[in-house]
């Protein structure tokens, strides 16, 4: 989606806020009309994985996908350990990850017993540095995971020729970064696994859910038996036994009352991605304080943002600045923290100079649907003024 065909689209009214609540971090937007999809669907025959869960597919490659395959699940967190399944990481592998994102892009590695090797950050952007991928690849390298931190999207042609140069597969969790773009291609058709998340705070929401993208059309099959306890579904379905399992399976189903809200929200997703937009671009313009500085921008030469967050940086005291807004009624918070932090994820590492120089310093301030201009203009003011 470019800069462009957002001025083109509607804007559709959002719930305000009560003011009494003031402006929080984050605040889940359903439109009105799911409330009678999902009762058309309770209503009915199909309440767990039906003819919705097929719908939603199929009008989710047709807005964002073209030729790329899509597979509904139960939770972004499905979709990676899918991907990293269908990618053929087995047990012993290493695959090199974003030591700074969400403890779901590494957390399917230790089902598993791949290694999560960490790779530090691009400072401008939060995303994966690409130059420390490099360093990082050994023999036992089998993939890449890059998550497009915030919305913005990563360096996908530097990581697509660095997989390519070692034959490695490039997974792309783009659980923040529905409807951005890179030069011109959408999110969800840079890797060859990509998987988005709908779970409840995200930009398209069902209260949870996912999405496997899958650029290999012949692994579909397969990674709709793995979804289903390893078992051919429509032979099932065919009522003999024609059925064997053969490979190790999940139950990692999206269910029809999950893609009636999601159908819903489809049809508003360009409005939806339109407001969040804008207010970054309100951040961009109104945040002038020295002392602070945006993280990614909300479009550029190449690449287009839907911003799930707004993340700055600060100089010093971001307690104190949290505490300032906290007084004035707004939440901020950091949300997602370095994975090494996590005993399980192996502990601390003392090789990732730029996530350390970062840590204490970022934070996160409220962007949703729910949030009008004038919220941010006030948050900004306050930033302004010093802490």
């Avoid at 269908?86 to 090199?96: C, H, K, P, R, Y």
């Avoid at 064997?244 to 360009?270: F, R």
Wanted: aromatic content about 8%.
């Amino acid at each position: 989606m470019s800069e462009q065909h957002t001025k083109n689209q509607p804007m559709n009214e959002f719930p305000l806020l009560d003011p009494s609540e003031g402006v929080p971090l984050f605040y889940p937007f359903v439109p009105k009309e799911a409330i009678a999809e999902v009762t058309d669907t309770l209503s009915g025959r199909w309440i767990g994985q039906g003819p919705k869960v097929d719908r939603f597919e199929k009008l989710f490659e047709e807005k964002f996908l073209g030729d790329y395959k899509a597979l509904a699940v139960g939770s972004g967190t499905d979709a990676l350990h899918l991907a990293y399944l269908l990618a053929g990481v087995e047990a012993g592998d290493e695959v090199i990850a974003p030591v700074f994102t969400c403890t779901a892009t590494n957390i399917p590695l230790l089902y598993i017993g791949a290694k999560a090797v960490f790779a530090d950050i691009d400072p401008d952007t939060m995303n994966i540095s690409v130059e420390d991928v490099r360093r990082r690849i050994t023999p036992k390298t089998k993939a890449v995971v890059c998550v497009d931190y915030g919305g913005v999207p990563c360096d996908y042609d530097a990581l697509q020729a660095l997989c390519d140069e070692h034959g490695l597969t490039l997974i792309a969790d783009a659980a923040h970064s529905i409807g951005s773009t890179y030069k011109g291609r959408c999110s969800g058709t840079l890797a060859d696994f990509t998987i988005f998340s709908f779970q409840a705070i995200k930009t398209l929401t069902m209260g949870d859910g996912g999405m496997l993208v899958i650029k290999d059309a012949s692994l579909l099959e397969k990674a709709k038996r793995l979804r289903w306890f390893g078992i051919d579904r429509s032979a099932k379905q065919g009522g003999i036994w024609s059925n064997d399992i053969v490979e190790v399976g999940y139950k990692y189903q999206m269910t029809d009352i999950g893609a009636s809200i999601g159908l819903v929200g489809l049809k508003m997703i360009d409005t939806i991605i339109k407001a969040r937009y804008d207010l970054f671009k309100v951040y961009e313009a109104e945040l002038t304080s020295p002392r602070v500085r945006l993280v990614g921008s909300a479009s550029g030469p190449d690449h287009f943002t839907c911003a799930w967050l707004l993340t700055i940086v600060v100089d010093t005291g971001r307690v104190e600045l949290m505490q300032k807004l906290r007084e004035n009624g707004i939440e901020s918070g950091q949300v997602h923290y370095r994975n090494d932090r996590y005993s399980v994820l192996g502990g601390r590492r003392n090789d990732l100079p730029l996530m350390d120089a970062i840590e204490d310093n970022y934070l996160v301030l409220p962007l949703h649907p729910m949030v009008q201009a004038s919220d941010v203009k006030r948050i900004c003011a306050l930033i302004n003024e010093g802490w």
